[in-house]
């Protein structure tokens, strides 16, 4: 509604008649704007607005340094931003080239006072960037409420992250509870957050990683990959990963400095891994002949498998693999064949499953795999680390694939040369 059709109630010779009483109360003007008149007799310009089912009150200013006319024309203003699902209140900052404190920089202030391990916070800042920062740096800490929060993660709970969930919930309470120390709020939004989202295995639903072994469907993948229309990076990523089955971070955030094209080695420092355990991948001819194409590409960046944005050094985006698989296409029908067959990670599932079908030793496989628990790896580790076993079998699972892929004989792989003894 225009101030045109407004009935408003104050006048000049209105606010200067009001007296101040013995507790403060308030003069309505119309459509939310009020004075807000105290013992002290300062007459402040208040609006009250609703925004996503909340109630909220924006500061205007004090009368008279903010007269009748811009009090109303502020007002207009901002019941504008509310009518476009904006909140005036940071609105009005932005337009005054002021900048809130954003989430994140408590988040990290918390963060470089913590006493963990490096590798513990760097874990914790990268869930924060990928799941919080995002979208609660984009508005004010004090105007962030229960119902945006839950909002927020719900599709984290929807998709099965129970474990992403639980650490983003107590990540957000242990800000909150900043925020409160410092007297910037005074409840914390996040605390009733695990009582909307019970993270028991029964109450919610499991994440799915979609993943395949069939012959048939593994050929249509591969090359569909092949084939792939989208960026030379992520096209060479995708065919990069059946290779080496690495968790999609470690494939996202590739460096130069993890390959020696020497030894033929790919080596994961401590830090790296999901483990916190330096790893080994022995790379397959495949394997080399995608690094040396992306080598006359991207060579001097440091990442590998970079972004399309022009001239950027940055690792792909996370959700880029899963997109580019579910955008892969049968090349024979010009129909998208990825989606729900497969997943980044589903080509680990693959990779144990034949390769185990294919009895390689267990051992190897869990070497490879980076699943051994600490005594089992570190008795590979005094064994070399099976290194010329993994070799052998990384080998084999490449031309396994390629032979799947080109349709020939998947069989004759040399089993007993690749197993441990």
Known sequence: MSAFFMKRKLTDRKIQALKPKEKQYKEADGGGLYLLIKPSNTKTWRYDFSLFGHRYTLTIGQYPDIPLKKARDLHE?????????????????????????????????????????????????????????????????????TIHLYNHFKNLYDIGKRETLRKCIGATKEVFNRLIALQIISTNPAQGLTDLFPTNAKAMPRKSMPSTTDPATLKVLLKGFEQYHGSYPVKMALQFMPYVFMRPKNIRELKWQNIDFETKMMTYQDGEMKTDRPHKVPLSKQALNILNAMRELNGDKTYIFTTSTAGKDKPLAVSTLSCAINKTKNPETGEPVGKGLMSPHGWRHAASTILNELKFSPDVIEAQLAHMDKDRIRAAYNNAEWIEDRTKMMQAWADHLDALKNGGDVIPINRNNANAG
Request: net charge positive.
């Open 77 to 145: 203003q901002a019941r504008a931003f509310v009518a476009e699902g904006l909140d005036p209140r940071v609105e009005f900052k932005r337009i005054k080239g002021e900048r809130f404190k954003p989430f994140s920089a408590y988040a990290l202030d918390i963060l470089k006072d913590s006493p963990n391990r490096e590798v513990t916070k760097r874990k914790k800042r990268e869930l924060m960037e990928i799941h919080l920062f995002p979208v609660l740096d984009r508005v004010p800490v004090e105007t962030i409420t």
